[in-house]
């Protein structure tokens, strides 16, 4: 069965650069989800879409911004680029008339030197 | 206070043995995530429930509303099971889950 995909799944950036992480959802899933999770510690909620417009919001910077596309993928595009958002970034994808369980993609692991 | 409280935090146990990890909620949910994560790895779910019980394999997770609580059972424990499992709470719709802190668990051969 076709899972979450994330890319790329590793990602070395310098501090004060951009970075794009990219989310395809399950197929036929229209919800999205970001999660961040800093070294040792529990996942982070940070934003979701439902059909393509933000529907919740949590603990994202405003440096950080994301959306979600006509085909239901999403990007995470960060700017100005701190030591601190080295984490692993999740994605997740849900069905909310399939019964709203989230998917997990494999994540991609952020370092910023 | 964290609006979701897991315990143990870290759990060492034999192979073979009965294991029960609890999750407890202090606000009302549409939902209980229970969550398995290998170290450096993904996240995998496991069970999402809003009433009575689950079972998946070796694998049984049970919710009281009432009281606010739910546990993650795992039979006949095997190495292979050694990994954190977490507890997230869903609001409902499109809310992002709140995660609790997860619990390490280590199965000895």
């Known amino acids: 069965a076709a899972g979450v995909i994330q890319s790329p799944r590793h990602l070395i950036k310098e501090k004060r650069e951009t970075a794009t992480l990219k989310c395809y959802p399950i197929?036929?899933?229209?919800?999205v989800y970001w999660y961040q999770q800093g070294p040792g510690q529990d996942p982070q909620f940070l934003i979701s879409?439902?059909?393509?417009?933000?529907?919740d919001k949590g603990s994202i910077p405003d440096r950080f911004s994301a959306q979600q596309f006509s085909d239901y993928h999403s990007e995470l595009n960060m700017s100005s680029l701190e030591l601190g958002d080295s984490a692993l970034y999740f994605c997740?994808?849900?069905?909310?008339?399939?019964?709203?369980?989230?998917?997990f993609g494999p994540g991609t692991r952020l370092t910023v030197t | 206070k964290n609006e979701v409280e897991q315990s143990p935090q870290n759990l060492t146990a034999q192979e073979g043995e009965f294991i029960t990890i609890n999750c407890s909620y202090s606000?009302?949910?549409?939902?209980l995530h229970w969550l398995q994560q290998h170290p450096g790895g993904g996240i995998v779910s496991l069970f999402m429930?809003?009433?009575g019980k689950k079972k998946h394999g070796r694998l049984i997770a049970t919710i009281n509303i009432q009281e606010k609580h739910s546990s993650l059972h795992i039979t006949a424990s095997h190495p292979r099971d050694s990994a954190v499992y977490i507890c997230?709470?869903?609001?409902?719709?499109?809310?992002?889950?709140?995660f609790g802190k997860g619990t390490h668990l280590i199965i000895q051969p």
């Open positions: 879409f439902y059909e393509k417009m933000q529907s």
């Open positions: 997740a994808s849900s069905s909310l008339t399939g019964g709203d369980e989230q998917y």
């Open positions: 606000v009302g949910i549409s939902a």
């Open positions: 197929p036929r899933h229209d919800t």
């Open positions: 997230a709470r869903a609001g409902g719709g499109a809310d992002g889950l709140t």
């Open positions: 429930l809003s009433s």
